[in-house]
């Protein structure tokens, strides 16, 4: 039997393009199925009056030590998470609470950088971590006894734990501390999958909710009510 040439078709398409079209296929599925969760940070805050009158100037914000050193976890955990270096973490962190302050407006004014601000707000990560993983029960080998505890029993596959745990701190330009303010939320469930609530969700549920309470304590703070602003 005569081997088809490069030029000979299928169903139209010429075979060697018909092998490629196949390769390339193959190689996304394998890319899909390896794919792995990372998480994001996602903060939502309400519009509050009134605001803050004075601009702040946000600077960095820092990974508590041990989430640099790796002795407790930093972002998302688990068979199926994808490792974000700490430090490019912190700096979502610090970019997404920038654009929720901005567009709750807190200050009057938030940004990177103001040649003359009335504030520097600056902070640490003392906790961010969400440990995802099925529950050690389903990996017994019983797929009867499994599908009992699921279907009937209602146990649930999977649990999930984790704590975003902030503090942010207000200095004058000089760089003189005004107030600290310290924002905390844990979650610990058990869960079956079912797409609707990803791996990482969980944890921007507690960390919106950390900033959200930051956010309470420093609009209820008499002396950010006499900063002087331009």
């Not at 946000?58 to 050193?69: E, K, Q, T, V």
């Not at 912190?90 to 929720?100: C, G, I, T």
């Not at 019983?142 to 503090?167: C, F, R, S």
């Not at 058990?190 to 956010?215: H, K, M, S």
Request: one cysteine or more; glycine letters at 8%.
């Amino acid at each position: 039997m005569r081997r088809p040439s490069s030029g000979s078709s299928i169903n139209g398409m010429p075979w060697i393009d018909r092998m490629r079209h196949g390769l390339v296929c193959g190689i996304l599925l394998i890319a899909a199925g390896c794919a792995k969760a990372e998480f994001v940070p996602e903060i939502s805050l309400s519009e509050v009056r009134p605001i803050i009158d004075a601009i702040a100037e946000f600077h960095d914000i820092y990974p508590a030590p041990a989430l640099i050193s790796g002795k407790e976890s930093f972002g998302l955990t688990g068979p199926e998470a994808k490792s974000v270096p700490p430090q490019q973490l912190a700096l979502q962190v610090r970019n997404e609470l920038l654009e929720a302050f901005d567009h709750a407006g807190v200050f009057s004014k938030i940004t990177s950088f103001d040649r003359e601000p009335d504030l520097i707000l600056t902070g640490r990560i003392n906790a961010l971590y969400e440990h995802y993983r099925p529950r050690l029960w389903t990996r017994v080998p019983l797929p009867y006894a499994g599908k009992v505890a699921v279907d009937i029993l209602d146990w649930k596959t999977h649990a999930t734990n984790g704590t975003a745990d902030v503090t942010l701190f207000l200095l004058t330009r000089e760089g003189q501390l005004i107030g600290t303010y310290h924002g905390s939320s844990s979650f610990d469930e058990n869960f079956n999958p079912t797409g609707e609530v990803a791996p990482g969700a969980r944890l921007n549920r507690a960390l919106t909710d950390a900033v959200q309470q930051i956010q309470s304590k420093m609009l209820h703070d008499a002396r950010l009510r006499i900063v002087p602003s331009r």
